[in-house]
T-cell receptor, first 117, second 113 residues
């Protein structure tokens, strides 16, 4: 089945530094990928929609300059948390949308636990 | 925009008990409905989905869900749970033709052996 690989699975960084998270579709082409943020004991909140070859679409309240998204190829989307602060500590999850009558749905990466100290 | 409400935050039950998790959505148009499960330390996995047709949908691991359009509901059920069903369960919806998934807050299910 369709697999999305997310890397790293966890990262600890110092306040003020930037962190890049990668999301790769391993056996299919993903023209659209999604980035979510999940707080402890809460649901997934959509941050942005990443479209291959074009600018990402951010949800209301999400800082574009802080969460940089790049979707340069059909198999790779990256999320860079710039100038990270402790309040950015969270669980970030990417997802890709699959098309086709038998495969319609979404597949999710395993997530990245970001801790900013 | 669509929204999703899950009624139970935490459910605790014993093995072999029956499980039902409530999910209601708010949206004026036609929707696709999903239930996902997140086992401890693992990524989200699709349990089942509904697009059209028979409103009773059967998924993996013995789960099923019923879409009741008049009630805007998509409740998840399992007749007899196992300890391995301990996980977080999320209901999600997107508008047909759309691509954004909206998630409910999730329900933590703890099954005691």
């Amino acid at each position: 089945g369709a697999v999305v690989s997310q890397h790293p699975s966890w990262v600890i960084c110092k306040s003020g530094t930037s962190v890049k998270i990668e999301c790769r579709s391993l056996d299919f082409q993903a023209t659209t990928m999604f980035w979510y943020r999940q707080f402890p004991k809460q649901s997934l909140m959509l941050m942005a929609t990443s479209n291959e070859g074009s600018k990402a679409t951010y949800e209301q309240g999400v800082e574009k300059d802080k969460f940089l998204i790049n979707h340069a190829s059909l198999t790779l989307s990256t999320l860079t948390v710039t100038s990270a602060h402790p309040e950015d500590s969270s669980f970030y999850i990417c997802s890709a949308k699959m098309f086709g009558s038998s495969n319609y749905g979404y597949t999710f990466g395993s997530g990245t636990r970001l801790t900013v100290v | 925009a669509q929204s999703v409400s899950q009624h139970n935050h935490h459910v605790i039950l014993s093995e072999a008990a029956s499980l039902e998790l409530g999910c209601n959505y708010s949206y004026g148009g036609t929707v696709n409905l999903f239930w996902y499960v997140q086992y401890p330390g693992q990524h989200l996995q699709l349990l089942l989905k509904y697009f059209s047709g028979d409103p009773l949908v059967k998924g993996i691991k013995g789960f099923e869900a019923e879409f009741i359009k008049s009630k805007f509901s998509f409740n998840l059920r399992k007749p007899s749970v196992q300890w391995s069903d301990t996980a977080e369960y999320f209901c999600a919806v997107n508008a047909q033709g759309g691509y954004k998934l909206s998630f409910g807050a999730g329900t933590t299910v703890t099954v005691r052996a």
